[in-house]
């Protein structure tokens, strides 16, 4: 993440190009790692933010492109939990986590595969199918935030929002070799 907010510091990319190739990256994943992608509000935050950085923004939020696990409501996209229950469920209003990320300028690209309603370790069992593992592809990604660590580890988003009760962020980013952290 702080890799991608130095880049734009340094005008070696800006927010829009790096939102536009990530979200290029997204349609050519081969691990199903996202479940839904917001292009055109992703494109607009991308926008935002290369204001605010333009501006003198020090925020190193700002303009970074996150992905947020799919039982974490963001605010016009579907929060299924990987469920077919919840199939048509899109919340009118952002996670608080959510909101401060977007008050900050960070772009979310969108929302990412998980075990069925978070129960699980291998994010194999929700009604999108399996998330694969990016670097072995027979082998699990971990679960149940393994559509987060998959996306972060396949670089299709500089970081993201995953929940943790028994190791569902700390395992996939173990398995996936990225760092994960447990929030407390």
Same mark, same amino acid.
């Given at each position: 993440m702080l890799e991608t907010a130095r880049r734009y510091r340094k005008n070696e990319v800006s927010p829009v190009r790096e939102v536009s190739e990530r979200l290029e990256r997204i349609a050519r %994943?081969?691990?199903? *790692?996202?479940? !839904?992608? %917001?292009?055109?509000? *992703?494109?607009? !935050?991308?926008?935002?933010?290369?204001?605010?950085?333009?501006?003198?923004?020090?925020?190193?939020?700002?303009?970074?492109p996150l992905a947020v696990k799919d039982n974490i409501c963001v605010r016009g996209i579907p929060a299924t939990c990987a469920s077919k229950i919840l199939s048509t469920f899109v919340p009118a209003c952002d996670a608080t986590v959510v909101e401060r990320l977007r008050k900050r300028g960070a772009v979310i690209l969108g929302k990412t595969n998980l075990d069925e309603f978070a129960m699980g370790s291998t994010t194999s069992t929700g009604a999108f199918g399996p998330t694969l593992n990016p670097w072995d592809p027979t082998r699990t990604p971990g679960g149940s935030s393994g559509g987060s660590a998959a996306a972060v580890a396949s670089g299709l988003c500089a970081g993201a929002l995953g929940s943790d009760t028994g190791g569902s962020i700390r395992m996939p980013a173990s398995f996936c070799g990225i760092t994960g952290l447990k929030p407390t």
């Open positions: %994943d081969t691990c199903n *790692a996202f479940v !839904a992608v %917001d292009r055109e509000g *992703a494109l607009r !935050a991308a926008g935002e933010a290369r204001t605010l950085i333009e501006d003198g923004s020090e925020d190193h939020i700002a303009g970074v």
